[in-house]
């Protein structure tokens, strides 16, 4: 018998919804073969069954959030005993909820024959269009919503984050209404009615210079990471200044071709991937991880790339980054990037990273000292490559320079072991030479 769990797709995710059963109890599913699916607060995406056989019982319903590591369902590996037994037990659960719906309209509800309760039991019994999110859910719970009143904008009618957002934006604002135009303060005005007057105008004004809506599951894990990781490690940043010129000049020769052949775009960043690449290989230590009084040394290399989301980020990882040329790492960051926005990420995609790249740059900044994502030792921040006027043999030249922060934890690695990683990225961008396809 081989249990099957709601897996973590991410380090800041901690549960997920089960959207839908792609197998029935009692049906065979091969090893690696999609099983079900779930959604998250980051990633939409198909689980693969861990083992072949017989899907002998399933745990947790469709639409249902549980936490990661949550049994969700036993596959009997050898499918004889499951298959039989498997029946009777949907004929005795058919048999269980046949009564269920009969009891319910009993004249007992109607003896008590209060008006709000029947009135308010349909309304949340209406589920919204579409399976919901973690984040749509945790929201509705925290602020006590009714889901059914919220029309859903997002495919299939499905309500997202936004439009809980809207709904909640609109709440405050009745609510702030709603103290002026009470009858019991219509009364008092009769004696004191020059000092009626003053007290009104400034009401109205303050509750709209404020806006309360709750923190989203998504940013209060990502809070929650990054405080643990200040709190773990002794953060310290060193930030060099690269001549990317040399890369410059390979991408502009090459950047038409990319685009023709491959459709899409070639960038800088799988160029300083490449350089942190043949850095780890020298220095092994900044590609290594601390367990208590431990040092673990990877022998893969495993870059993950921060990908920015709507209201949030994730850290995709490019297994075997050591293995792939400038070609490979620009197709595996285009097709993390584009399946972290559209939520297709799988499980193992998202974990087992030992180094990590952040490209601020993309966005203008210059300069940032990035909080190192836990249990790794080091993140790279990429500013954005302007051309810059710089001293070259006494004469100033137009170059293309390029800030590079490395956040290292100083429990591990000390100034002197950073500044030398940071000098080899360097050495390679600015003496590039390899080809690009």
């Given at each position: 018998?081989?249990?099957?769990?709601?897996?973590?797709?991410?380090?800041?995710?901690?549960?997920?919804?089960?959207?839908?059963?792609?197998k029935k109890p009692g049906e065979h599913v091969e090893r690696d073969e999609p099983l079900f699916e779930i959604s998250t607060d980051k990633v939409d995406t198909e689980i693969p069954s861990p083992a072949a056989g017989t899907l002998s019982e399933v745990m947790v319903e469709e639409g249902k959030t549980v936490g990661i590591n949550t049994v969700v369902a036993r596959i009997e590996e050898n499918g004889a005993g499951a298959t039989a037994a498997k029946p009777p037990a949907q004929a005795a659960a058919a048999a269980a909820t046949s009564p269920e719906p009969a009891p319910e309209p009993t004249p007992v509800v109607e003896a008590a024959a209060p008006a709000p309760p029947p009135a308010e039991e349909p309304a949340p019994a209406a589920e919204p269009a579409g399976p919901l999110s973690p984040l749509v859910r945790k929201l509705a719970r925290e602020n006590n919503i009714d889901l059914s009143r919220i029309k859903g904008t997002g495919a299939g009618g499905r309500i997202t984050k936004q439009d809980v957002e809207s709904y909640l934006a609109q709440k405050p604002a009745a609510a702030a209404a709603e103290p002026v135009r009470p009858p019991a303060l219509q009364p008092a005005p009769v004696a004191p009615a020059a000092a009626a007057p003053a007290p009104a105008p400034l009401a109205p004004t303050h509750p709209a210079k404020t806006r309360v809506e709750p923190l989203s599951t998504m940013r209060s894990k990502i809070a929650e990471h990054m405080v643990l990781s200040k709190r773990t490690s002794a953060h310290v940043t060193t930030i060099h200044r690269v001549d990317m010129t040399a890369v410059a000049q390979m991408r502009a020769r090459n950047k038409a071709a990319f685009q023709t052949n491959y459709g899409f775009n070639l960038t800088y960043l799988p160029f300083i991937t490449r350089a942190v690449v043949v850095a780890l290989r020298q220095f092994p230590l900044l590609n290594a991880s601390l367990d208590g009084n431990n040092i673990i040394y990877h022998n893969e290399i495993n870059i993950g790339i921060a990908v920015a989301l709507e209201n949030g980020l994730i850290v995709p990882v490019i297994?075997?980054?050591?293995?792939?040329?400038?070609?490979?790492?620009?197709?595996?960051?285009?097709?993390?990037?584009?399946?972290?926005?559209?939520?297709?990420?799988?499980?193992?995609?998202?974990?087992?990273?030992?180094?990590?790249?952040?490209?601020?740059?993309?966005?203008?900044?210059?300069?940032?000292?990035?909080?190192?994502?836990?249990?790794?030792?080091?993140?790279?921040?990429?500013?954005?490559?302007?051309?810059?006027?710089?001293?070259?043999?006494?004469?100033?030249?137009?170059?293309?320079?390029?800030?590079?922060?490395?956040?290292?934890?100083?429990?591990?690695?000390?100034?002197?072991?950073?500044?030398?990683?940071?000098?080899?990225?360097?050495?390679?961008?600015?003496?590039?030479?390899?080809?690009?396809?």
């Open positions: 018998m081989t249990d099957v769990v709601m897996p973590q797709m991410g380090e800041s995710i901690v549960e997920g919804t089960l959207t839908k059963w792609l297994r075997g980054a050591d293995e792939k040329n400038v070609l490979g790492l620009q197709r595996a960051v285009v097709d993390l990037a584009a399946r972290a926005r559209s939520r297709q990420l799988k499980p193992d995609e998202v974990l087992g990273g030992t180094f990590s790249i952040t490209n601020f740059g993309s966005f203008g900044s210059l300069v940032g000292t990035p909080i190192i994502n836990q249990p790794q030792v080091a993140i790279l921040g990429v500013g954005t490559v302007d051309k810059t006027p710089v001293v070259i043999n006494d004469a100033i030249a137009i170059r293309s320079i390029c800030h590079l922060s490395l956040s290292f934890d100083h429990r591990l690695i000390d100034g002197a072991l950073a500044d030398q990683f940071m000098s080899k990225i360097k050495q390679v961008l600015e003496g590039w030479t390899e080809e690009v396809q």
